[in-house]
Antibody
């Protein structure tokens, strides 16, 4: 069974840092681009970042560029999101998501998604 | 960035009703559009990709159509388990933007 399980969420003060992880299983992790998407409870979905299958290419939303770093460990089948200089507006549920199919030219629709991990930014 | 809009923002329909959600992109995205269903407290689930391709296991009452800038998601016969919020998403290029969502409930 394909599964993504996020961890690492919690309460952090403004300006603080947090590292999210996403453990992947049930598929060849190193063959798939991966993404982070966030959602303020009760609000819509916002794309955050993506990383290529081999980790050589990363892209970010403007709102997190320079503060967040997406990375992956293809040996441990784990995706990470290092978040620093956190702001109140970064508070959200963070989902990791896989692209639906592997390949040299991936199409970025997301399937499956993890269950999400909640990040709260508060003093 | 490509902006995505959806209409209506919410719909209340009866079991068995047919209705359509519209998603519009601010510029041509060809067929690079996906639809997701999100039930309360759950992660989104991919329903349709490439504008009209149904994910395996998704009931056939769901269908998608459209291209370029205008797309639709149709539920042909609303069922109680379809109560959810539905999002469209463009997959042309990053940032991969989502529509604001359409909340569907039972009248």
């Amino acid at each position: 069974e394909v599964q993504l399980v996020e961890s690492g969420g919690g309460i952090v003060q403004p300006g603080g840092s947090l590292r999210l992880s996403c453990a992947a299983s049930g598929f060849t992790f190193s063959s798939y681009w991966m993404h982070w998407v966030r959602q303020v409870p009760g609000r819509g979905l916002v794309w955050v970042a993506r990383i290529s299958d081999d980790g050589s290419q990363t892209n970010y939303a403007d709102s997190v560029e320079g503060r967040f770093t997406i990375s992956r460990d293809n040996v441990r089948n784990t995706l990470h999101l290092q978040m620093s200089s956190l702001r109140a507006e970064d508070a959200a549920v963070y989902y990791c998501a896989r692209v639906r199919a592997p390949g040299p030219i991936p199409l970025h629709w997301f399937d499956p998604w993890g269950q999400g991990t909640l990040v709260t930014v508060s003093s | 960035d490509i902006q995505m809009t959806q209409s209506p923002s919410s719909v209340s329909a009866s079991v068995g009703d047919r209705f359509t959600i519209t998603c519009r992109a601010s510029r041509n995205i060809n067929y690079f559009l996906a639809w997701y269903q999100q039930k309360p407290g759950k992660a989104p689930k991919l329903l349709i990709y490439a504008a009209s391709t149904l994910v395996s296991g998704v009931p056939a009452r769901f269908s998608g159509s459209g291209s370029e800038t205008e797309f639709t998601l149709t539920i042909s016969s609303l069922q109680p388990e379809d109560v959810a919020t539905y999002y469209c998403q463009q997959a042309t290029n990053f940032p991969f933007t989502f529509g604001p969502g359409t909340k569907v409930d039972i009248k």
